[in-house]
């Protein structure tokens, strides 16, 4: 017979996120159990309607607590551990199952941690980690602590899986989220409890700088990420620990000493990428771009080994690190390569910021070139889509019109650009550039259609005033060139 599974889930005043985690295992699940630690919304009634099992359990400020509670109702030979703004990813349904299936009946005590991938509200990625989730329901496997609790501490002969091809998706790390549920300061409240107990642990102490990071104190978070490399270096929370301190010591402004942090960290633990890549960027920050180079290529290889159990970003391995090389050759002086690099790493950039900056980037490596066409194929999509960020680029262009080809031709381009993607028009910087060219070809309509536009975008230029001014007299409406005087006047005394 197939064996059974158990959805375990702890909530409160999850009505907005608890249908999405619950929908993402119908059919790979044989029950449901949702604890409820009271809630004052539809929460209840949310589970109850994917027909689940519904303990009330009174908050007691631990969560291992609410957890044991749903292992002693769940009913399943197996149990798998979901938060409600985690959702089991659509690909691993199968994997779950065959898991549970394939695990032989004499097996020791056995805990798989899936890929739990940390996505924003748009979906891009925050890193991802391994914790565990799933396995044979045994009455020794209880969770301990009140916060980042742990399942089957002492338990004799305990083996853990990594298990990538399981992955589960979490949102709950989106800062937005975070912020409005109360996340960071609830957390912290627990983690003080702990401390109290326990003022060494430095699980503990990992966990408190991870708060002061995400609450954006990046100081005490880099001494107490250094602090737990210096007391625990055996332990995963170290390997994680030197990523997010060196990232911390860059953000304020430290990055030698990041630096020198990360090469401690490689020479020590060489199979973990995430760090390589760390080191790559701290030597970027401080003008060592040939090193940066040969970092981020050690950041291409796969993590291995004790690294594997450390925080992780599949993006570094999937294009970050390439995206990286490619930025250490351009500060090299070597446009081409760098080219070459990003060339090939282009399509797997997700859409986004990302893309965009990488599209900014090639669009000035190619203009250095001399190369305008393929520069020209990379900005001009940018217009609809990012008409913002285009403008930099965009404003090359015209330059170059200029001195090649002379301003008449600039102001063709301009125009015609103009017509085919009028969201450029709603950018200050370009309607500038427009109007300098329609005042150095004497194009007097165009010029007063273009200032008209500045105004409306709030120019605070006092040029543009003051030649509306001059457009405006000569078209004999003095009274409104007096205002546009006034307002000239009136910037510039701002």
């Avoid at 064996?3 to 449901?32: P, Q, W």
């Avoid at 109360?182 to 003080?192: C, E, F, S, V, Y």
């Avoid at 446009?335 to 090639?362: N, Q």
Wanted: aromatic letters at 8%; glycine letters at 6%.
């Amino acid at each position: 017979m197939p064996r059974t599974l158990s959805l375990c889930v702890i909530a409160k005043n999850e009505e907005a996120m608890l249908s999405g985690c619950l929908e993402s295992v119908a059919g790979a699940v044989d029950e449901i159990v949702v604890v409820d630690t009271g809630s004052t919304d539809r929460t209840v009634e949310v589970a109850l309607a994917h027909g689940a099992r519904v303990l009330d359990f009174p908050w007691r400020h631990d969560f291992s607590a609410a957890r044991n509670a749903a292992l002693e109702v769940a009913t399943s030979e197996w149990v798998f551990f979901l938060d409600a703004d985690e959702r089991l990813d659509p690909a691993s349904m199968g994997v779950l199952r065959r898991l549970v299936e394939a695990e032989p009946a004499d097996a020791p005590p056995t805990i798989y941690a899936p890929l739990i991938l940390n996505v924003d509200a748009a979906g891009a990625s925050l890193g991802a980690d391994h914790m565990p989730r799933l396995w044979r329901a045994r009455p020794e496997l209880r969770f301990r602590g009140r916060i980042h609790e742990q399942v089957g501490v002492g338990v004799a002969g305990l083996r853990t899986a990594i298990e990538d091809a399981l992955k589960v998706v979490h949102l709950g790390y989106d800062p937005v989220h975070a912020h409005n549920t109360g996340k960071h300061q609830r957390n912290i409240a627990l983690l003080d409890l702990e401390f109290a107990e326990r003022p060494d642990d430095p699980g503990l102490i990992f966990y408190r700088a991870k708060e002061a990071y995400a609450l954006g104190d990046d100081a005490a978070a880099a001494e107490a990420f250094q602090r737990v490399i210096r007391e625990a270096p055996g332990l995963n929370f170290a390997l994680s620990a030197y990523v997010f301190g060196v990232e911390c010591l860059r953000s304020t402004g430290r990055s030698s000493e990041a630096l020198s942090l990360a090469m401690n960290g490689v020479r020590a633990n060489p199979q973990y990428s995430e760090l390589w890549y760390a080191a790559g960027m701290a030597a970027l920050d401080i003008g060592r771009p040939v090193q940066a180079e040969g970092l981020f290529r050690e950041a291409m290889k796969p993590s291995e080994g004790f690294a594997l159990t450390a925080f992780s970003d599949p993006d570094i391995r999937a294009w970050r690190a390439e995206l990286a090389v490619g930025q250490a050759l351009r500060v090299q002086n070597l446009p081409a390569d760098a080219l070459k690099v990003w060339v090939k790493v282009r399509d797997r950039v997700p859409l986004g910021p990302e893309r965009v900056r990488l599209d900014l980037d090639m669009i000035d490596a190619y203009l250095g070139l001399g190369q305008q066409q393929e520069a020209w194929a990379l900005l001009e999509p940018m217009l609809d889509t990012a008409p913002g960020e285009a403008v930099g680029a965009l404003l090359e262009f015209f330059e170059l019109y200029v001195q090649f080809l002379g301003p008449a031709d600039a102001w063709k381009f301009f125009t015609d650009t103009a017509t085919v993607h009028p969201a450029m028009l709603r950018e200050l910087a370009i309607v500038s550039a427009g109007i300098e060219l329609a005042e150095l070809l004497d194009l007097v309509d165009p010029l007063y259609e273009l200032l008209q536009i500045a105004v409306h975008l709030g120019t605070q230029v006092p040029r543009h005033y003051e030649t509306l001014a001059r457009v405006l007299s000569a078209r004999g409406e003095e009274a409104a060139a007096e205002a546009a005087r006034r307002a000239a006047r009136r910037v510039m005394a701002d």
